[in-house]
């Protein structure tokens, strides 16, 4: 069953964090949209690690997620909220983690999957942000 957009914005609106943050990084592509809706409510340092495994319907694309571009930053004693739309099998998080290792804290939130902050943990669902005409490719 798919979520309103209304809906999954409310639930990040009102999730209430355990530690205080002062980065938050996407993955890119899919945990940016859901990072600038937690940004607007933190207003805390946002970067994008660019990390990429599975296609625009969900095939794995790679054997195993890749690093494609270096850090734009430097992520050594940061507090760090690492943000994906989902967490499926979890290796995109795993390598991202690996990448950030020196961090000072790092704690994941997911839209939907298995995180330290998850709006739901069901079974996939379709986002509101790609259920619209405009984003359909003709």
């Known amino acids: 069953m798919g979520k309103s957009f209304e809906e999954v914005l409310r639930r990040i609106w009102e999730m209430e964090f355990a530690e205080e943050f002062d980065t938050i990084v996407a993955i890119a592509n899919g945990g940016i949209l ?3 809706l937690l940004n607007d409510r933190l207003n805390i340092d946002f970067q994008l690690i660019k990390i990429n495994f599975r296609d625009e319907v969900q095939r794995p694309r790679f054997e195993h997620p890749r690093l494609l571009e270096p850090l734009a ?3 050594a004693g940061r507090k760090i909220l690492l943000v994906d739309d989902r967490i499926k099998t979890g290796s995109t998080i ?3 983690k690996e990448i950030l290792a020196s961090a000072a804290l790092i704690r994941t939130f997911a839209v939907n999957g298995t995180a ?3 709006v739901y943990d069901e ?5 509101p ?3 619209t005409d405009l984003l359909r490719k003709t």
């Open 116 to 118: 330290d902050y998850a």
């Open 129 to 131: 942000w790609k259920d």
């Open 123 to 127: 079974a996939c669902f379709r986002f």
């Open 94 to 96: 795993v390598l991202a």
């Open 34 to 36: 859901p990072a600038s």
């Open 73 to 75: 930053f430097d992520p």
